[in-house]
């Protein structure tokens, strides 16, 4: 696929991003104390004398997030580093208590990995990822607590993060979007990362830049701020313009650290005059370098789940789906895994269409996300089952379905409840055929005399008659029968 | 019998264990000595009543059998080790109040075998320097005196406030902390023994970080023997310090008593300086005379990088220093001093805080660490230390410790090398290769200058193998039979 | 090498030092005097040599995923110059 272009008023540009997330580890404690991790306690409630960097404290690492982030870098088919160290990172900043932050620079846990990304034109993008290493969170700031004053809780302060840092592959707004999406659901799926963007769980800073096509690499700007993928996309569209608008009026881009503010929906320089950083990043002299057993992580690796690409690739080869089907369901595990447990012994594109039409649409419509569903995939299984066996129709089925949604009640007692069970005694049928034939005879002549697309509109009369619940097949063959006469 | 305070900590053991006298007599009678001898400024917060009480403790403990292996000893600890709800100040105005809700894991261990502290110890600024004349607490003074002259001398450092206290017979041991010889060099500053133990053999959790790679904790004490015994109780494993050692703690007590037939002593011929004065240098002799007639081998060794030590201690430290001493910004505890914005408070407060000595290493140590120069000095002196640390390898193939002088002058004068800090640096040329090293050290007093003043002389062993240190340490010591006593301080 | 004033400006900064405007000159020798002396070592030949990683050989330790602090947010904020509602405080900070 060629690479999208945007057209300014002197031709087009191309525009150039790398993303650097930063994904929260799932871990009980920190990545180097004993304090616990849980989002929205009370503030410094949390924070180990090592977090709040006490004289004479020191650091002990935390196998779990070892294991998490080689586990990661598994899931990204990407290079494990079985010798890796934690340097220090020095600045000052008064929510990092140490005044440096341990994190891994000349030698990351992991190396070169990749991301395929399926576009929604059918094409799909090989994006690289440059590496994976292993950093302690800061604390938090908060700048509107009392006025002149700053407020510093440490309780975030020493939480174990995953920088995983993209090569500059990706060529628009929509890439990254959908770069950010895929890497979320691997984490999600290996469990390493909750993918929260609002909780800060998951945090993404981009680096944009725009080059005539083909030509050398411009300026970077790096977005930070940036809470949800909505926004990231916006924030690199208004970022990609402003650049263009700023060279073809004659400027030049300037490296920067540029907010991305969700209001006003555009991209502002940090207030903070930027000096240069100079991190001096040195091996942290209270740890050692890390060495893995290279028999630990060829465990680690067997037991890494099926992955979205794998499982992409399964449901179409198993269930006959659609890539575009296919790649929606594998988006989330949890709908994957809903989707799977409807589709085990059903109609499976049946199935694809309840999950992806309307319990998706009915999700939508309240908010939710699907592990919030009010309605259980043993629940929808039971609605299906009810129309494979004839008790319910189609057209019922959906009825159905919004009074499950809104109830949560098992589809064969809503069915109970409203008395929808499907009418297929023939004599009940041919009773409301009758009553209507006799209502509408003038309609019955005109059908006889040859005006077949009277048909429908009987058929119309007859289910509204019983409140839709003939079979529908019995409906048509009796109705086709009476009609010829 | 001797007084109380001019008992070794063996002795004292002993007369505890006799019940010859109580706990709390051996306290009150140090407690004494400390209020006393106040003009050597030797500790910045005296603990009297918490050495009272904690010596009643140990007395109930002697009365039912229970007594720990330090029980009732008395003991001062370096300002630079946290312990809680008592000041820790590090020598520091930047750590002004500061009391730590935690406890050292080596103070720790020292109270759970029944010892008792008598107060902190004075030290130079963050362990950084050689006389104690960089303590925020100002300087202080060794009991020793030049003969015929009464001009008051340095203790050494960074351990002076340790050095002197035991010198002038105020504790009957205590702690100290080696970097580049901040042990070995007080003690033989102050005629006493003083151990660095290997890297990693005692914890540094709760030891205000100086230089992370080197610092090192040990005993400063009046015998081979008590510095034995006082290092048994601080060493160990501790799961909370990554560079701390998984390995038993032997009984180095033992080891005191071990023949020296067939020990191989290495004289290294690069600690042969120039400029070096006779009287060390026939001390050093002396050593070898000593060792060879009770049994040892001695031969010349090379150590070819030594020359390259000083300056790399002196990029290594003051890297890790200024990383280690970023944590000191007003924000969560000690000095505070407002400015213009968080970045003024940080200025004002670290300007105000931080003394002469330890804002030149942390400038020093931002600059070797900054872009386009960390390649030039940091990352060359690291590879510089493995070039040390394998001359000492090489050295171990062919014999089992190495005997050089400890320092490389005698004690001199308050006041003395303070405007060059490079003549200051060159007191620890002896000391800071096997700290570079990580290796095990003692020094032990061993002679008198010229000028009475006493001279000590350093055994360096392999790495965990304190023992044979202890062992040739204690060689030299009955050899040397060293009983001189300062009288810069009334008994 | 050698050390200008405005090197050791930079510096200084960089470690959020302040320095007075008399102490600069005394500053600059004394620096100068140290690293002039730490020079020596660029006579080393070190081609090859890996930098020292670790004093004493010894793998890095491991600890478990447990939450071993209870959380003690007085002991945290004890020493505290300044504190308010359960936070450190410090002038505003501007981004």
């Known amino acids: 696929m060629t690479a999208p272009l945007v057209e300014g008023a002197t031709g087009p540009w191309e525009v150039v991003i790398g993303l650097e997330v930063h994904a929260q580890v799932v871990s009980n404690a920190k990545l180097f104390s004993g304090a616990a991790t849980a989002f929205g306690a009370e503030p410094n409630s949390q924070v180990s004398f090592v977090d709040a960097a006490m004289p004479g404290m020191l650091p002990v690492i935390n196998r779990h997030c070892v294991e998490q982030a080689v586990k990661t870098g598994l899931a990204l088919e990407a290079r494990i580093n079985l010798v890796s160290v934690f340097d220090r990172k020095n600045y000052f900043y008064p929510d990092l208590p140490a005044g440096y932050q341990i994190s891994q620079y000349k030698n990351p846990i992991v190396g070169t990995g990749t991301i395929r990304l399926d576009m929604k034109d059918g094409s799909t993008r090989t994006i690289g990822i440059t590496r994976l290493h292993l950093e302690q969170d800061a604390g938090k700031s908060l700048h509107d607590v009392a006025p002149g004053a700053s407020h510093v809780d440490l309780n975030r302060a020493g939480v174990a993060l995953m920088e995983i840092v993209s090569e500059p592959d990706l060529r628009s707004a929509e890439e990254a979007g959908a770069y950010l999406k895929k890497l979320r659901a691997i984490l999600r799926y290996i469990g390493t990362c909750d993918g929260n963007m609002e909780e800060g769980s998951l945090r993404c800073d981009a680096n944009v830049s725009v080059r005539r096509p083909g030509g050398a690499l411009g300026t970077r700007c790096e977005i930070k701020n940036v809470n949800s993928i909505r926004f990231l996309q ?94 929606v369901l594998v988006g989330d595990q949890v709908a994957a895994d809903y989707f799977e447990t409807v589709a085990k012994g059903r109609d499976a594109k049946l199935a694809a269409n309840w999950v992806m039409v309307e319990l998706f649409g009915a999700l939508n419509r309240l908010g939710k996300e699907i592990d919030a569903s009010p309605v259980s995939a043993v629940q929808l299984c039971g609605l299906l089952d009810l129309m494979a066996d004839g008790t319910i129709s189609g057209r019922l089925a959906k009825d159905v379905f919004a009074a499950m949604v809104e109830t949560g009640k098992d589809a064969a007692i809503v069915v109970e409840e409203k008395g929808l069970r499907q009418v297929t005694d023939t004599g009940a049928i041919e009773a409301a055929i009758d009553a209507i034939m006799a209502r509408e005879a003038a309609k019955v002549a005109e059908y006889r005399a040859g005006k077949d697309k009277l048909f429908g509109f009987f058929v119309g009369q007859v289910m509204r008659a019983m409140g839709g619940k003939a079979n529908p097949a019995q409906l048509n063959d009796l109705l086709k029968h009476k009609l010829a006469g | 019998m001797a007084a109380l305070t001019d008992l070794t900590i063996s002795e004292a053991r002993a007369g505890l264990r006799a019940r010859s006298f109580s706990a709390r007599e051996l306290a009150d009678a140090h407690v004494g000595a400390m209020e006393r001898a106040r003009e050597l400024n030797a500790f910045i917060t005296e603990t009297a009543d918490a050495a009272r009480a904690g010596a009643g403790a140990s007395d ?41 809700p935690y406890e050292s894991t080596v103070t720790a261990n020292l109270w759970r075998a029944g010892a008792v502290m008598l107060g902190k110890t004075n030290l130079d600024e963050f362990a950084m320097g050689s006389s104690n004349m960089t303590s925020y607490h100002g300087p202080v003074v060794s009991p020793w005196r030049r003969k015929g002259s009464n001009a ?268 060059d800090p490079v003549a200051m640096y060159l007191n620890d040329v002896f000391t800071v290769p096997a700290s570079l090293a990580g290796l095990p050290a003692i020094s032990v007093p061993a002679g008198l200058s010229a000028d009475g003043l006493p001279l000590g002389l350093q055994i360096i062993g392999r790495a965990f193998d304190e023992e044979t240190v202890i062992a040739a340490g204690a060689a030299l010591e009955r050899a040397a039979g060293f009983s001189h006593r300062p009288d810069g301080i009334a008994p | 090498m050698s050390l200008d004033k405005a090197t050791v400006a930079r510096i200084a900064r960089l470690a959020r030092l302040r320095i007075e405007a008399q102490d600069q000159e005394r500053m600059v020798g004394e620096l100068n005097g140290i690293l002039t002396w730490i020079e020596q070592l660029r006579a080393v030949d070190v081609e090859g040599v890996e930098p020292m990683t670790s004093v004493v050989a010894m793998d890095l330790v491991l600890r478990e995923d447990v939450v071993t602090i209870p959380g003690d947010r007085d002991a945290v904020l004890a020493n505290a110059p300044a504190k308010e509602h359960g936070f450190f405080v410090v002038p505003k900070v501007v981004e």
């Open chain 1, 234 to 327: 916006r924030a690199i569209e208004y970022e990609t313009q402003r650049q263009i608008e700023l060279i073809e009026g004659g400027g030049t881009v300037v490296q920067e650290t540029r907010l991305y503010d969700a209001n006003k929906g555009e991209t502002r320089a940090m207030r903070s005059k930027e000096e240069a950083h100079d991190y001096r990043y040195f091996p942290d002299p209270d740890l050692m370098p890390l060495r893995l057993d290279p028999a630990w992580v060829a465990r680690l690796k067997a037991g890494v789940p099926e992955l979205p690409d794998a499982k992409k690739d399964r449901f179409m080869a198993a269930y006959g789906l659609s890539a575009y089907d296919a790649g």
């Open chain 2, 152 to 419: 008051r001398l340095v203790p050494g450092g960074s351990s002076g406030g340790s050095a002197a206290a035991v010198a002038a017979r105020l504790c009957l041991g205590a702690t100290g902390t080696d970097t580049g010889g901040s042990i070995r060099q007080p003690a033989a500053f102050s005629g006493i023994v003083g151990l660095k133990p290997t890297y990693g053999r005692c914890s540094r959790l709760g030891i205000v970080a100086f230089a992370s790679s080197l610092d090192q904790a040990g005993p400063l004490a009046r015998s081979v023997r008590d510095c034995a015994i006082l290092l048994g109780a601080m060493a160990g494993h501790d799961p909370l310090d990554s560079t701390s050692v998984d390995r038993p703690v032997p009984d180095y007590e033992a080891a005191l008593v071990r023949p020296l037939k067939g020990l191989r002593v290495g004289v290294p011929k690069e600690y042969r300086v120039d400029g070096m004065p006779a009287e060390i240098d026939a001390l050093w002799r002396q050593g070898v005379a000593w060792l060879t007639d009770q049994g040892a081998t001695v031969r010349e060794v090379s150590l070819p990088h030594t020359r390259h030590a000083l300056p790399t201690y002196y990029i290594v430290a003051p890297a890790e220093a200024s990383s280690n001493l970023a944590r000191y910004d007003g924000v969560r505890y000690g000095l505070r001093v407002a400015g213009d914005g968080v970045d003024g408070l940080y200025e004002a407060t670290r300007a105000a805080g931080f003394g002469a000595e330890v804002q030149r290493r942390v400038l020093i140590g931002t600059y070797v660490l900054s872009a386009g120069y960390y390649d030039a000095y940091y990352l060359r002196a690291q590879r510089v230390r493995t070039l040390i640390a394998r001359d000492f390898a090489r050295a171990y193939e062919q014999v089992d410790v190495l005997l050089t002088p400890t320092a490389p002058s005698a004690a001199f004068a308050i006041g003395e090398k303070m405007d």
């Open chain 2, 60 to 100: 109930a403990r002697l009365a039912r059998g229970e007594a720990g292996p330090l029980e009732g000893i008395p003991l001062a600890i370096k300002d630079l080790f946290c312990t809680k709800g008592v000041t820790t100040t590090a020598g520091s105005h930047i750590l002004h109040g500061f009391a730590s």
